[in-house]
């Protein structure tokens, strides 16, 4: 069954916009530079880099190709490829993650909305690193504030998702993905030129290059199982692989898209900026010697002291904040769209309902979030708080199995021609490079995926 007037999307521009709108986004800029500060930098990049060409990229193909071969949501999706098996599962899995992503997604996403405020009043102004650090503890252990900013950018989700694919999802990705490459760009130069910082009396407090030597120099004694699984667990995150959100975006996909082309650009779109991100921030870190291990408040409280080093400093705090919010926006509306997109096909609801209510939910899943930083920060699940629960349990798990039942539906339920051509619009591909796609998704990803996950839960090794 396909769905009579489907909306879609309407330029390859505006496909690359909103995948690449997807992948870029907290996973970019907020999580990326704390995992590569707390798992030895550049050891976690080439890991990372290893995750991202053999496992991620084929994923992706796959989840593009079932999204355009059957124009349904991701569940559906899989009843319609292969009927009467449980392969559905897989989609359902694929909401449930979505929701719980969106949860703590959109507390972190309404943080960006509190500093967007602060830079307006200019409150950075003359802080140093660990005055901005206090500032953001304080702030995000305060039980109000941030409940109500996560609400506020719940909100503004909604909104664009209500709007639809080619009037709401298209329309701002296509207008805010470019600003957002040009001000990482300019902060990634800002920051590698800071050079050398010395105190009064003239002694070195820090040196900007060796900021990129962490980020580039491996230090392999740090890896160890669990940064292997949090690699594996960050190149499916940030690139918005293993729960559908790929196959959503799919089915809103022309016939006449190249998905392999488009699939290598979102790819290389998302890994690039992650690395600028790293590039913006590490050389800061260590100009102002800030430990690189502090963690999620990494970004919040280390980009406002490069800022206030900067000509036109306001400006910039301002531009940054206001482009951290949309890299957030253009990805949450992703996470959304997947949970919508199901319930309003098959509740048969109109889209403005299925987005009310599943907005809803999630919010008020998304405020337990919020208050584990301060009223319920007891209550933890295996030794996590919700917040961190919510992350973990998503990131390291839901999505590297869901992405492995991809790979294995893609390689072994579908046809291999069935395949080819959805992938490569009837040959436009060589075929050495096709079946070496093929024997990744059929063998190695999934296998790769497997050994990860078994060691990290100690059933090997
Ligand atoms: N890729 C997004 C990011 O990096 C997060 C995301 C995950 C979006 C999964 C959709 C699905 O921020």
Redesign the pocket.
Known sequence: MSIPNRDSFTSKFGVIAAAAG???????????PYEVGQNGGGAFLILYFFFVVVIGLPVMMSEFVIGRKTNVNAVRAFKKLSPNKPWYLTGVMGVA??FM??SF?GVVAGWTLEYIHLAIINAFKGQSPEELSKGFNGFITNPIKPVIWQMIFMILTAVVVIGGIKNGIEKITKILMPVLFLIIVLMGIRSLTLGVNTSESGEIIGRSVDGLKFLFRPDFSKIDIDVVLDALGQA????????G??ITYGSYIGKNNNLKKTAVEVAFL?TLI?ILAGVAIFPAVFYFNVAPTEGPGLVFSVLPSIFQKMVGGYVWTLAFFVLFAV??LT??I??LE?AVAYFAEELKVKRVTATIIVASLITILGVACSLSNSVLKDVTILGRNIFDTMDHV??NFL?PIGGMFIAIFTGWAMKKSEFFNELTNQGAIKVKLFSGIYFIIRFVAPIAIAIVFLYSVGLLG
């Open positions: 997807s992948a870029v986004g907290l996973g970019n800029i907020w999580k990326f993650a979505a992503i969106l997604y499916f995150f940030s690139l918005s692989l293993g729960m959100t790929i998302d992650a890299a957030a990805s949450s992703s996470l997947v998503s990131s999505l």
